[in-house]
């Protein structure tokens, strides 16, 4: 009996230290950006799409890829020793960027947000499929979640930003409110 209470402490003590879970491998960060330093047009799969990382004062930043790689350029040259580094920690949620000295220039749009309260608390007790649950529709054709459009804007993007934390990037159209959600996995 000890020895079966033993075996399940020990399973469990496993599985509640578990690392983080990758949003973005590193391979699949260099496969994205292998262009960038070269300054030509690169991978596409999310060069453009929403990203999203942490401040330093704890709020949510949503840019793109090449504005990353502007603040890389900018700031963090000399913390890390290539940009792939800087964007699997930055992506991956381990390091707190900080954006108060504008360093990419003023003619970039990166949003700064603060996560909605009622979605956090969704996203806490029921995860992901809660969220989907209560604000997204599957289209199967696609294979990718469509945001209800009854959804209340100022929560799209703490909605997204669960999204990305479970390997979905963020597509909106230009002229109809639409927000898909796609897997990192069916590039």
């Not at 964007?87 to 700064?112: H, M, P, V």
């Not at 909605?159 to 959600?181: A, C, G, P």
Request: aromatic share 18%; glycine share 2%; hydrophobic share 35%.
């Amino acid at each position: 009996m000890k020895r079966r209470i033993f075996f399940i402490l020990l399973i469990v003590s496993f599985g509640c230290c578990s690392p983080n879970k990758e949003i973005l491998t590193l391979s699949e960060i260099k496969q994205i950006s292998q262009n960038m330093d070269n300054n030509s047009v690169f991978d596409p799969k999310l060069a453009f799409y929403r990203i999203y990382t942490i401040g330093i004062n704890d709020s949510i930043y949503m840019l793109n890829l090449q504005q990353l790689h502007k603040i890389y350029e900018n700031n963090y040259t000399r913390e890390f020793a290539d940009f792939n580094d800087f964007a699997y920690e930055a992506l991956n949620q381990r390091i707190k960027i900080n954006y108060s000295d504008t360093s990419i220039g003023s003619n970039e749009f990166i949003r700064r947000f603060e996560l909605m309260p009622d979605i956090t608390n969704i996203y806490k007790t029921e995860g992901l499929k809660g969220l989907i649950n209560k604000y997204c529709k599957y289209d199967e054709k696609r294979e990718n979640y469509t945001l209800l459009e009854k959804v209340e804007y100022k929560n799209v993007n703490t909605i997204s930003y669960y999204f990305f934390l479970n390997r979905y990037y963020t597509t909106e159209s230009d002229n109809i409110f639409k927000v898909t959600y796609t897997s990192f996995d069916k590039w």
